[in-house]
């Protein structure tokens, strides 16, 4: 399946360098030179936004909040699966905009209706993506979402080297959200660094 990500931050780019190789991969930005430029040096394909999704099955929205929902509202994303990992930041960074009555990944759905969006990776900090993989095989990407599409992105996060947590339909990504907030509190506020995320332990009694 041919995945497209969008934007060439440090999230996007971070991600498209762990799944250079493994998949059908094809860069978009409004910085076309940006993309293009990634794309030649992790050997993945680059187009314009709209040629990129048009051609993609699955589509990664690596913008910050506002920009993936307006994107959203406006992309040909009919019959595509489409991976939200955003959270939605207050302007300031000092928590959400909104949470537990609605998501980012629900109001992304909403401007997106003919696709399939799957919350993923709103928990892992871009500087995880240039560990070893062998270090982050065991941190878990929590999946938000249709199950059919769910069970897609769940191939897609053990290509990019994490472990997959499925927490059941969109609107667990309410959960998740907040979650992502209370791991940039840890790592910006307390002082913890972006090398941390958070992993569900099981423990005997």
Do not use: C
């Amino acid at each position: 399946m041919k995945t497209a990500i969008i934007g060439t931050g440090n999230m996007g780019a971070g991600l498209a360098r762990r799944l250079a190789g493994k998949r059908d991969l094809i860069l978009a930005s409004r910085n076309e030179a940006a993309a293009k430029s990634l794309a030649a040096e992790i050997g993945a394909s680059s187009a314009p936004i709209a040629s990129a999704v048009a051609q993609a099955d699955i589509v990664v929205l690596a913008l910050p909040y506002a920009s993936a929902l307006e994107f959203a509202g406006a992309a040909a994303l009919e019959g595509k699966i489409v991976i939200d990992i955003t959270n939605p930041l207050k302007p300031d960074f000092s928590g959400l905009l909104f949470g537990h009555d609605t998501s980012a990944a629900e109001e992304i759905q909403r401007q997106a209706a003919g696709a399939k969006v799957v919350k993923a990776f709103n928990t892992i900090f871009a500087e995880l993506f240039a560990a070893s993989p062998d270090q982050t095989v065991t941190l878990p990407v929590f999946l938000a979402g249709d199950e059919d599409a769910v069970e897609t992105a769940a191939a897609l996060v053990k290509d990019a080297g994490f472990a997959v947590e499925k927490t059941g339909s969109l609107d667990a990504a309410r959960l998740l959200e907040p979650l992502g907030m209370l791991n940039i509190r840890l790592g910006y506020g307390l002082g913890r660094g972006t090398g941390i995320a958070p992993k569900w332990a099981a423990v005997k009694a």
